[in-house]
């Protein structure tokens, strides 16, 4: 219910004058029916302030309750809800609407200055620390749209009408008033500037925040806390950022935390990402960036579930035109201690990077490998991150890593390890391999390609690994497909084999965590230009009805696929077919996970029991060992490995015995 607000009347004004209260046109304050002057002391007011009701107590940490109310403080021109607590204010709070029970304790400044978009509007300088991709950074900015603001630049009128679409978002937030939304917290701060505070949100301890919003929300509050500096920013629901970190021209997607000293300028965070002691500058951070280390730079590049090591460090400068290089290290790679990419580069997906390299590589097409410096030179080493426990390790926990709980979610994230769009770089990949192999001779030690060094034996094995992944992925779709369904006839078969939509047999892309078609994203581009996509709200209700339609789109990109593989279309597939490819699943399934298995239990070798029983024997070394690590066969994710090829196998039975009748038959 709409408060209704009247004049203090002649005893209240008395009484808060007795109370060491001050104002220099009381005529100008307004209170609630309920107002009760005894809450408010030592206060000096200005300009035209609303006063709700005082009238509980609000509890502290340590289980300290204190009246509602106001106390030693300077209001200025804001209305203050429903109980809230307004104690010790140095300077003054001013322009702000402080909704129901807020808290602002021990503050130095809050205030407002002339109209503000809070952040909202603020070009970041990404990728390119010269310039030339900037995003304006708004309250409800995806990694999808970010991405196209920053990479579709070939494209003038898209980005044109997208900047024109935040605009007047920007236009439509920006006011004279501040906010305090109800139920936020802010204490032991100093200087806020030109903020908008979310609701349940927790500010403490802070040094100064400046032109941002802190977009909260009760199921997912932000928390801000022990010496931060932001200015130029945005911290979406669920996101920490604490204990000395800095910030400047950011966007910090939900459930991001920024913490231990960590620095960002220029940079675009999106959901659950991690930056801690280190250092980002202009980069567009998709979800799952994340570094833990101190000396680690990431600079200039676009990352996604990246596990990047101590260290780890890029130059996009060469000391000619400017910063004007850039890189990109493609989803779910990981990089070494100490490692140094050379920009520009181009990292594939889930790489491993070790090393220095200055060759301005471009392995793109090379996914699930290893890139490794030997004497100078960068030595790949195709696909041998397929068979890594890791790589599997990494997939499985994004999704359990989940921090956010805001039930508006703002970024379409798809785990998938395996999809068309890793599995379309195995195929290239495996194509130029073999390539390289023809013209160069199967005798040759080693084969260069993009600036990188193939061994040949490397170059052998990458294919065999390739082919094991795409009969996985393939396979994977094809059980999904069938999977429960009974067949009469032939006829029937290839009818549930049949795509239910021709979309999705172009080539596929990776926006920043959303996988799709490249048709249906340029679909999408031609509706923002020609204006069947016009607001902010519709595109980004476009992106969820993509990312919904993933597995759609796959099956028909899968289907293609297997057509090729088999070398005869779908109404042509037989049950003999259907066995022959399942068989090569199970085949692939079972040869990929026993060399996960033989890579995990390099962890329980002897050589990683360095160190253990310290003051005993073996026997000793290999019983502490177990008391601290386990032993291989009780190890979870070895007994996973387990299930999973019995499952796996199972299902592929299963399959068999469905589609044997039809042998029977034909």
Known sequence: MQTQWRALSTAEIARLSEQGCTCDDWSRVQVADAFRADRVHATRFGGDVRLGVFDRDVSFFGGVTKPAGIRDATIHNCTIGDNVFICAVRNYIANYVIEDDAVIDNID????????????????????EAGGRDIPIYDRLSAHTAYILAFYRHRPRVIEKLRAMIEAYVASVRSSMGLVARGARIANSRLLKNVRIGPAAVIEGVNRLENGSVNSCVEDPVYIGPGVYADDFIACSGATITDGAIICHCFIGQGCVL????????????????????????????????????????IAGLFSFLNAGSGTNQSNHMYKLGPVHQGVVERGSKTGSDS??????????????????YRNSDTSDLPFSYLIENEDESVLAPGVNLRSVGTIRDARKWPQRDRRKDPRKLDYINFKLLSPFTIQKMINGRDLLRKLKATTGPTSDYFIYHSVKIPGPSLARGIALYEM???????????????????????DLRAALRPDTDTGLSKWIDLAG????????????????SGKVATLDELNARFGVIHANYPRY??????????????????????????????RWRTAVVDLDNQLYADAKKEFGPTVQTGFGLDGDDATQQSDF?????????????????????????????????????????
């Open 259 to 298: 913490s231990k000293q960590y620095s960002a300028e220029n940079s675009v965070f999106f959901a659950n990402c991690g930056g801690f002691h280190g250092e980002a500058c202009s980069i567009f951070a998709g979800p799952y960036t994340v570094t833990h280390h101190k000396s680690t730079l990431l």
């Open 340 to 357: 140094y990419m050379l920009w520009p580069a181009k990292v594939g997906a889930f790489t491993v990077v070790m090393g220095r390299h």
């Open 469 to 491: 992944g795409i009969d996985k992925f393939v396979g994977n779709c094809l059980i999904r497909r069938l999977e429960g369904k009974h067949f009469r006839t032939v006829r």
């Open 109 to 128: 400044l809050l205030a407002v200055d002339g109209p503000s978009a809070f952040g909202n509007g603020t070009r970041v300088a990404v990728v390119n």
């Open 514 to 529: 959303m996988l799709a078609p490249e048709e249906v994203v340029l679909q999408l581009l031609d509706d923002v230009e």
């Open 554 to 583: 796959e099956w028909t990109w899968a289907a293609d696929v297997l057509q090729k593989l088999l070398g005869k279309p779908i109404d042509e597939i037989t049950p003999d077919d259907i066995v022959e490819m399942t068989n």
């Open 626 to 666: 177990a008391a601290v690590r386990g032993t291989f066969e009780a190890d979870g994710f070895v007994a996973e490995i387990r299930k999973h090829i019995q499952a796996k196998t199972a299902l592929a039975d299963d399959l068999l015995s469905r589609i044997e009748p039809l042998r029977a038959r034909a």
